[in-house]
Every structure is written in structure tokens, then in C-alpha cells.
């Protein structure tokens, strides 16, 4: 075996490390196979991204646990960027800048650490585009997508993200029925450097650590089916999903997970537009426990010129293996208007009821994004999700 830092590299990471590996060359390979002359003459290597600035102060005003309650002033960058290098072959690249530890005090500008989130080899062949490295799985929407200041903050429990492997996704039209895209990945958690962070250290990432997907291994998987431009509902998209993450150190069990989303957005006359979604997921043996859990996710949000609002609501029900069930709710409502230097402020209140501790908490926002190309660079709609104050090591469902 070899050292890498303060961490043991053996034969398993070495394997996975040549899978990937493999894969990239494959995909190389497949790029100069199928490049037509005439495309590479009309090609520039480009690099275009976007570049989201947060500023947000969360204060937990009132909770019947006193020791709950505190303020935490915090930033939040996040890159993305994508490398175009063929008319075929690209680099993927993130990085997020946050708060990289759980708020238990007071805090203003504390425990800020800055991470590669995203790195990896991406192609498209026969109207398919695959990535091989560091990337988030596809698995639902809400985690995302729920409007609201803190609309995404259960939902989050079961996003998939800093993964290394494989995935593939292939779109097809079905005229009037729709487009739509089916997804499959095979990862397993990152446990390399980049699991780590600078300025503030969140800590290396060890398959000893345990929690569902962290084998060293490719045998996590997850597959979905996306939807939109649906003509007999304008507005209408829908997700479904399937997961499997196999069981880590201490883990008793298998998780597998399903999830189903509807999204639509409606463009009223008075030039306002109102977006619904709604999603539920439903894991068994979640957290790689003998517990079972279920999320109910709707938000509703509007916006009109410069304003926009938002009502959002989870329900997290876990039931427990050993009897019984533990359920959480949160509710939130939220504002904002852009100004026309394009900086967000918005405002949130939030409710939250976890097993009988209720707390109240208000927000204020203020973000911005930048977008930049150099010449050449085709036109990309980058997604930066949202995501949590505080990133856990191992994905886990039960908090």
C-alpha cells in the first residue's frame, strides 16, 4: 500500500481509482472515433461557468430547547465551470465555499471552508453524454428545487453529491409526449483529498466512517426518468427514481430509496408567473439502520418584475424498527426583490417542529451570480443547487 497524507490507499481505493480511469480513456477514445473533421475545424476550445455569491444570517429567535437557540452569519460561494476541450470532450469542475461545521453558538464568519465538489470527465456520443469522476448522482428534485429561503432544508437529508463513478444519461423525444431523459450511475463516496477542505478542515473522509455508499466500491447505484415539454400540459415536468446504497462500516443494512416529483409553472396574463412542485421520497432501511423513512415535499412560489414569494413545507416521518415513529415538520414562508444590479435580498421565517421541539428561525439573503465565457463557448444553463449550511461526511437520511 501507499500513503497519501494521513490516510492508508489500498488495493480497493487503487482498483476503483483504475476503473475511473479506464473509463476516462474509454471515453477518449470514443471522442476521436466518432469526431468528424469538419467539426473539429469549426471548434474552439472554450471555458465558460457561473459564479453565485450568498451572504445570509440565520437567527434561531425562540426554541423550546433553549440550547437551540443562536445567530450564525455566514457566506456561501459556489463555482461552476465546464472546460470544453472537443466538440465531444469536456472537464467539469465545482467548487463551494460554506460553512463546514454545525452551528451550536453564536457565530459570525466561523468554520468556512472552501472544497472541490465536482471534477470529472464528461462526452457526448450517439446523442448520450457520460461522466466518469468526482459528480452529484441524479435522484430527485426537492432537495433543490423548493422555493424559499429555507423550502430545501429537510429535503436535503437525502440529496446525492461528491460521489466518484460513473454515469450516463440519454435523452429522447417523444414529440407532443414530451421530453424526456433516463439517467443510471454507479458511485461510491469520495474518500480522497478533495473530501477534505482549506481554511477550515471539515476532515478527510474514511471508509471507516461507515454510512450507506461509502464501500470504496462501484456497487451504489441509482436510476431516474426526468420529463418536460409535455404538449397536452404546458408547464409540466415530472421525476422519478430509484437508489441503492449499499451498506458501510457499522451499517446493518441496504439502503434503497424511491422518489417521484411533479413540477409545473404557469405564465399568468398580468405577466406574473406561479410555480408549483410537489415530491415525495420513501427510503427503506434509511441511514443503513432497520428504520424506514418518508418525505412529503410541496412549495408554492410566484413571481411578478422585480418581487417574488414563497411558501414551502416537508414532512419527515421515520419509522422506527424498534417500534413507534418520529416525525418532523417544517414550515417556511419567504420574500425578495432583485434590484437592478441583479443582488437578491430576501427574507424567510421558518417553523420547525422535530419531535416536539419547536423552534422559530428568521433569515435574511443577499446573493448575486456571475456568468462567464470566453469566445466560442456555446451557451450552458448551470445548475448550482442549493445545499446545506453544514455538509455531512457520509450521505445519511436520519439527522
Known amino acids: 500500500m501507499f500513503r497519501s497524507g494521513a490516510r492508508a490507499w489500498g488495493p480497493a481505493h487503487i482498483s476503483s481509482i483504475g476503473n475511473a480511469l479506464a473509463g476516462v480513456s474509454f471515453f477518449a477514445l470514443a471522442a476521436t472515433l466518432t469526431l468528424a473533421p469538419a467539426a473539429a475545424d469549426d471548434f474552439t476550445p472554450y471555458v465558460s461557468g457561473e ?4 451572504l445570509e444570517n440565520d437567527n434561531v429567535f425562540s426554541s423550546s430547547d433553549p440550547d437551540a437557540e443562536f445567530n450564525s452569519l455566514y457566506p456561501t460561494v459556489e463555482l461552476a465551470a465546464i472546460i470544453g476541450l472537443t466538440p465531444v470532450f469536456s472537464i467539469n469542475f465545482g467548487l463551494t465555499m460554506e460553512q463546514v461545521a454545525d452551528p451550536d453558538a453564536d457565530n459570525y464568519f466561523k468554520d468556512i471552508g472552501l472544497y472541490i465538489d465536482t471534477v470529472n470527465i464528461q462526452a457526448e456520443l450517439m446523442g448520450a453524454t457520460f461522466v466518469a469522476g468526482k459528480f452529484a448522482p441524479t435522484f430527485g428534485k426537492a432537495w433543490d428545487e423548493t422555493p424559499g429561503l429555507f423550502g430545501t432544508d429537510l429535503a436535503e437529508d437525502y440529496e446525492i453529491s461528491e460521489m466518484i463513478g460513473f454515469g450516463v444519461a440519454y435523452p429522447f423525444d417523444a414529440g407532443d409526449n414530451g421530453t424526456h431523459t433516463l439517467s443510471a450511475n454507479a458511485f461510491f463516496v469520495d474518500t480522497t483529498f478533495m473530501s477534505e477542505s482549506l481554511f477550515t478542515n471539515r476532515g478527510r473522509v474514511s471508509t471507516a466512517d461507515g454510512g450507506p455508499a461509502n464501500t470504496g466500491t462501484l456497487d451504489n447505484f441509482s436510476i431516474t426518468l426526468d420529463g418536460e415539454e409535455i404538449s397536452s400540459v404546458p408547464g409540466l415536468s415530472y421525476n422519478l427514481g430509484f437508489t441503492y446504497l449499499s451498506a458501510g462500516v457499522g451499517d446493518v443494512a441496504d439502503q434503497t430509496g424511491y422518489v417521484f416529483g411533479l413540477t409545473h409553472s404557469t405564465d399568468l396574463d398580468n405577466g406574473a408567473t406561479v410555480g408549483v412542485i410537489g415530491e415525495i421520497a420513501y427510503f427503506n432501511n434509511a441511514g443503513g439502520t432497520l428504520d424506514d423513512a418518508t418525505y412529503y415535499t ?9 418581487w417574488h414569494g414563497e411558501l414551502a413545507g416537508t414532512i419527515r416521518q421515520i419509522d422506527l424498527a424498534a417500534d413507534g415513529s418520529q416525525t418532523t415538520r417544517l414550515f417556511q414562508a419567504s420574500g425578495g426583490y432583485v434590484f437592478e444590479n441583479e443582488v437578491d435580498l430576501t ?14 428561525t428568521v433569515g435574511i439573503q443577499l446573493s448575486k451570480s456571475f456568468s462567464f465565457a470566453t469566445p466560442g463557448a456555446p451557451e450552458e444553463e448551470f445548475d448550482l443547487p442549493e445545499r446545506r449550511p453544514v455538509r455531512e461526511t457520509v450521505p445519511t437520511i436520519v439527522q
Request: net charge negative.
Open 51 to 54: 459564479i453565485l455569491f450568498e
Open 347 to 360: 427574507l424567510g421565517y421558518a417553523h420547525v417542529d422535530e419531535a416536539g421541539t419547536i423552534s422559530h
Open 298 to 306: 410541496a412549495g408554492l412560489s410566484f413571481e411578478k418584475d422585480s
